[in-house]
C-alpha cells in the first residue's frame, strides 16, 4: 500500500465537502437561474518534516519548506498519535471557497456556521480533515439600478449599503426582499505521508 494513501483519501472527501459546500441551492425557476452568483476559491498545500515528538506532552515540532520551524500540541482527537516518528514528513493542505447568490426569500436574515471532523481509521497513519462553513444570509431592502447600489439587512438587524461593480452580471434580477447568501468554506487536509 503506498503511503500517500492517506492524504489521497482525506483530499477526495475535501473536495467532495468543498463542493457540496459551495454549490448552489437547486433552480426552482428560470428567474432565479438569471439571478447574479459568483465563487471563488483557493488551494494552498504545505509540507513539514518533524524534527521531534514529545510523547507525553503530545508535541509535535515541524520545519516547513520555507525553514521556519512550529511546535504544535495534538490533543487527543489526533489518532495513531504514537506513530507519528522523527523525519516523518507531514503534508497539509488549505482549501477555502466563497460562494455569495442571490435567492427568492427563505426567512429571517441568519448567521449559520457548521463544521465537521474526519479523523484517521484506529491503526492508520494519522491524518484527518476539517471542515467549517459560514453562511450569513441578508434581506435586500433597496436597490438602486442606475448608481449599482444595493441596501441589505443582515442577521443583527442593521442596513449596510454596498456598491456592486460591473463584474456582477444579472443586477437587474435582484429584488427588494430577495436574500443574499455568503456562504464561506474553509477545509484543511493533513496527514503524515512519508
Not at 507525553?56 to 521556519?68: A, F, I, N, Q, Y
Not at 492508520?124 to 449599482?148: F, G, H
Request: overall charge negative; proline content about 6%; aromatic content about 4%.
Amino acid at each position: 500500500m503506498s503511503k500517500t494513501n492517506p492524504l489521497l483519501g482525506t483530499t477526495g472527501i475535501l473536495c467532495a465537502l468543498l463542493l457540496s459546500a459551495c454549490t448552489q441551492p437547486a433552480v426552482v425557476n428560470t428567474a432565479e437561474a438569471e439571478r447574479p452568483a459568483f465563487v471563488t476559491g483557493d488551494l494552498v498545500t504545505e509540507r513539514a518534516k518533524v524534527l521531534a515528538v514529545n510523547r507525553p506532552e503530545r508535541m509535535v515540532v515541524l520545519r516547513g519548506e520555507d525553514g521556519g520551524t512550529i511546535g504544535l500540541i495534538l490533543d487527543e482527537r489526533v489518532r495513531n498519535f504514537d506513530q507519528i516518528e522523527v523525519g516523518d514528513t507531514v503534508t497539509a493542505q488549505y482549501q477555502e471557497a466563497t460562494a455569495i447568490f442571490v435567492r427568492p426569500a427563505t426567512g429571517a436574515p441568519a448567521a449559520e456556521p457548521t463544521g465537521t471532523l474526519e479523523r484517521a481509521p484506529l491503526g492508520a497513519r494519522p491524518s484527518a480533515v476539517a471542515t467549517s462553513t459560514n453562511e450569513i444570509t441578508a434581506t435586500v431592502e433597496s436597490i438602486d439600478y442606475a448608481n449599482r447600489i444595493v441596501v441589505v439587512k443582515g442577521p443583527s438587524g442593521r442596513a449596510r449599503t454596498f456598491k456592486v461593480g460591473p463584474e456582477v452580471t444579472r443586477l437587474d434580477a435582484v429584488q427588494k426582499g430577495d436574500e443574499v447568501v455568503v456562504r464561506h468554506t474553509e477545509a484543511v487536509a493533513i496527514a503524515v505521508t512519508e
